[in-house]
T-cell receptor, first 112, second 113 residues
């Protein structure tokens, strides 16, 4: 059974802090790992990672994948209150099923 | 620029009642999914479809049925609602091409009393 585990489950920081969110996985026929941000409503896509060691970056957010150790991290630097959200990690596999396995998410709260 | 649209956004049902949630996407995606999200948990897959006329069970299919008669629509049915089905339901679609990201609807908050 495919498994995705995120840590920590929740995190409270102050504006300006840097945070690192973790996602480890155990799946068969790995295809890609995706990060989503969920603020109250629908998850929105952040990054898709398929290759080890290649950092994806968007503003203050960055992410990297380690396919040997089976994990990914999402970094957020200089956090702002608008970064408060649930961050979801999902893993896709190479089947014709087309379905992702999601972790339980990390709830990030950024205090002013 | 609608993307994925879910109706209704909110619903309260009595135990034993039935209802259908509608999901519509305008991106010509082949793959569509129904997830449920409970407090403190991620998204759990209920049913999914890899194309018009096809459906398959996900992780938590019991108590739900689905249909995909048209490519753009994916319906989720609850035949006899139970309090354990109180949740937020998300529909998503994907083209499963080079980019496997899913596009989500805004969710339906369902309460079964």
């Amino acid at each position: 059974e495919d498994k995705v585990v995120q840590s920590p489950l929740s995190l409270v920081v102050h504006e300006g802090d840097t945070v690192t969110l973790n996602c480890s996985y155990e799946v068969t026929n790995f295809r890609s790992l995706l990060w989503y941000k969920q603020e109250k409503k629908a998850p929105t896509f952040l990054f898709m990672l398929t290759s080890s060691g290649i950092e994806k970056k968007s503003g203050r957010l960055s992410s990297i994948l380690d396919k040997k150790e089976l994990f990914s991290i999402l970094n957020i630097t200089a956090t702002q209150t608008g970064d408060s959200a649930v961050y979801l990690c999902a893993v896709d596999v190479w089947t014709n099923a087309g379905k992702s396995t999601f972790g339980d998410g990390t709830t990030l709260t950024v205090k002013p | 620029n609608a993307g994925v649209t879910q109706t209704p956004k909110f619903r309260v049902l009595k135990t034993g009642q039935s209802m259908t949630l509608l999901c519509a996407q305008d991106m010509n995606h082949e793959y569509m999914y129904w997830y449920r999200q409970d407090p403190g948990m991620g998204l759990r897959l209920i049913h999914y479809s890899v194309g018009e006329g096809t459906t398959a069970k996900g992780e938590v299919p019991d108590g739900y049925n689905v249909s995909r008669l048209k490519k753009q629509n994916f319906l989720l049915g609850l035949e006899s609602a139970a309090p354990s089905q109180t949740s937020v339901y998300f529909c998503a679609s994907s083209d499963r091409g080079v980019n496997t990201e899913a596009f989500f609807g805004q969710g339906t908050r369902l309460t079964v009393v």
